[in-house]
């Protein structure tokens, strides 16, 4: 294969506005973007409880979320497949090769992180600000508040390192999801099935296609932290 | 003792490491006057101010004071919100009317400033934004921990003018200053502080006319020169 062969394969591609290669990306990005929005709406405030609140079983749960941030993806989707497989405690939910079983596999992947990392940022936060709050009298509810307003450009960071893990994962959503074609394939796992089909260019022309939308997320979380900053919000 | 006394701490003892930092501290605040804590470095005098104000819970002893709303704090550098100074000031006073808010921006000549990030306003604009903050809810106590540290001539008369209204407003000012001049100016009583103890508790006159102890009278000279 020519250096440049899955290059040019790319840009005809994304040219030719390939029907699958759009349906494949499309849900890549659906899929993703839903379990980040979950993540984020879970983890946030959790990380924020963790960060400015002391009760009984918070080192648990920051040693359990902390351990979850190592788990193989793979392991996830593992125990997302017991889970949801026929005979599993939720069963019943039917959602075994589905999007649906990728956005749940994926949002148990990411929420560890996002934990994790609003934690460390409401820590710094809550730590320079826990002297305002015990002088004002503020209560918990609304130094989360508080917190999650302010700590806002950093939250984008986390959303953005979310996304990273979340659509660059391949183990989970290839076991809940099936990679069957139209209905569950997605970037990732539409990469491993070309590259274990001998598809070295097509595969690599994927990546180059994720590595794209990685580029361009990052572009846009650039734009939003200059726009904050300029619409004079601080940081 | 004052029987007019808003707080009264009796017997207090912070220790760390083994350390008392502050030493069975027993005062009793006025109310209604502007009440000095001095002292070197490291006395204690901030973490004094802490703790009467609550924000710090001693080991052992006691504090009776007002309940704590009607208590307000500006610390010697200000904590501010990653928000616009009007946000900021909306955050310590949240049920103040847009005019009332106004008043007080004006008052603090920070007009020009309501919409610019708090946290990037000039040091002395800092300080005004978290006086007004704590000025605004009309507290039966304000707490000042060293209040022009830092600040220019102009600023500093600002900060002196913001604490003299306030006590005309009926609070009694508790406060920390290395500025003798200004501590000459504004102080009814004083608090000297030494190793966390209290070493002397007198009226402003007495203190500065004739300090009791070696090491006021050699605070007084060093901060003189």
Sequence with gaps: ?235 | MSDNAIIKAEALFIIRNGTAILNEVTTHISKGKNTMLLGHNGAGKSLLLQALHGIITPDSGTISAPPAKSQKMVFQKPILLRRSASRHFDFLCPHLSPTEKIHWFKRAGLMNQMHTPARQLSGGEQQKLAFIGAMASKPDILFLDEPSANLDFEASAKIESLIDHAQKNGATIIMTTHNLAQARRLADHVLFIDHGKIIEDRSAKDFFANPLHDVAKSYIAYHRA
């Excluded at chain 1, 002088?135 to 806002?152: P, Y």
Aim: net charge positive.
């Design chain 1, 1 to 235: 294969m020519d250096f440049w062969t899955p290059f040019k394969l790319a840009f005809d591609l994304l040219l030719a506005g390939n029907a699958e290669l759009m349906g494949i990306i499309g849900l890549s990005l659906k899929v993703s973007l839903t379990a980040v929005i979950i993540s984020l709406v879970i983890g946030m405030p959790l990380g924020a409880v963790l960060a400015s609140k002391k009760f009984f079983g918070a080192q648990t749960l920051i040693v359990i979320s902390n351990t979850f941030l190592s788990m193989p993806p793979v392991v996830v989707g593992l125990l997302i497949y017991i889970l949801i497989s026929r005979s599993g405690p939720l069963g019943w939910l039917d959602i075994l090769y589905t999007p649906y079983a990728m956005i749940l596999a994926q949002s148990v992947l990411v929420i560890p992180m996002s934990i994790a990392l609003s934690r460390q940022i409401f820590e710094t936060l809550n730590n320079e600000y826990k002297p305002l709050f015990t002088s004002l009298g503020i209560n918990a509810i609304r130094r989360i508040m508080v917190l999650v307003v302010d700590a806002r450009i950093a939250l984008i960071t986390i959303g953005l390192a979310c996304f990273g893990r979340a659509i660059s994962e391949v183990g989970a959503v290839i076991i809940v999801g099936g990679n069957i074609r139209h209905t569950t394939r997605v970037m990732t796992t539409a990469i491993a099935l070309e590259t274990s089909k001998g598809e070295l260019a097509i595969a690599m022309a994927l990546g180059l296609v994720l590595l794209s939308i990685a580029l361009l997320v990052n572009i846009a979380s650039q734009f939003l932290r200059h726009y904050f900053k300029k619409a004079t919000i601080d940081v």
